[in-house]
């Protein structure tokens, strides 16, 4: 039996339904994840739950949604982009590995013995030609480049808010366009704007083990030894960002 547009509709309600939001925010030379970490019970070991996963060595992503599918999910993104550097001698780009990914999830909403998954990913990447990039990939197969998006429980008021940041940035401009807005953050102003995206919209001072923070940065700020890399912030980091946006408060 085929999958039916119900099918998709319920995985789109899986992610919603989540309780988690993601949110991905991009600059001149910085893209970052942020979603907030939820242990749902005191025996589990904390440092086994994470919705950030690594891809490949400058491409990772967030995943919002059913945690099952989203390691099926990881699993076979990492596999084709294992396969395309087998394939091609040169690690995947970021456009290429969601175009590829979202292709894959338009055929489990047609073919039988197989469903949509639930979940909605972020992935941010540096492209050697074009800096950091944000995609969003959704059960339907549809996938885009974002300047800042977001996904999951609040995701349309976390969207409402980066549009209105956007729109006050590009008012700082002369009236740029939205990439010439995002030229104007540089690493700590799109951390920053994470962080305060994602606290508004839930009206929550987070606290360091409470949240979640990946980066992929060509900043001069970032250590030179993970310049161009993803990766995930530690709880030390975290702590430093959340303090900083306090401060600024």
């Given amino acids: 039996m085929r999958p039916t547009l119900f ?20 600059g001149r030379d910085t893209a970052v994840c942020i979603t907030q970490k939820k242990v749902p019970d005191k025996l589990i070991d904390a440092n086994t739950v994470t919705h950030m996963f690594g891809l490949t060595p400058t491409i990772g992503c967030v995943i919002t949604g059913l945690m099952a599918d989203a390691k099926a999910q990881v699993t076979r993104t990492q596999s084709e982009a294992a396969e395309f550097r087998y394939k091609y001698g040169y690690e995947i780009t970021p456009d290429a590995l969601a175009q590829r990914m979202a292709n894959i999830n338009q055929v489990y909403t047609q073919r039988a013995a197989m469903r949509p998954l639930g979940i909605a990913m972020l992935l941010i990447g540096n ?71 994602l606290s508004s919209v839930h009206s929550t001072d987070y606290k360091p083990g409470e949240v979640e923070i990946s980066i992929v940065s060509t900043s001069e700020d970032e250590p030179e030894k993970t310049r161009g890399k993803w990766r995930v912030f530690d709880e030390a980091e975290v702590e430093k960002h959340l303090l900083a946006y306090g401060e600024k408060d």
């Fill in 7 to 26: 099918d998709v509709e319920y995985a789109f309600k899986a992610i919603s339904g989540s309780g988690h939001t993601a949110i991905a925010v991009r």
């Fill in 127 to 197: 492209d050697s030609e074009r800096g950091p990039q944000i995609f969003k990939l959704d059960p339907a197969g549809y996938y885009v480049g974002f300047h800042a998006t977001a996904a999951g429980q609040k995701q349309q008021e976390a969207m409402n808010y980066l549009e209105k940041k956007w729109k006050r940035l590009e008012g700082g401009n002369g009236g740029e366009d939205a990439a010439g807005a995002g030229q104007a953050l540089t690493r700590d102003k799109v951390i920053e704007m994470a962080i305060e995206t």
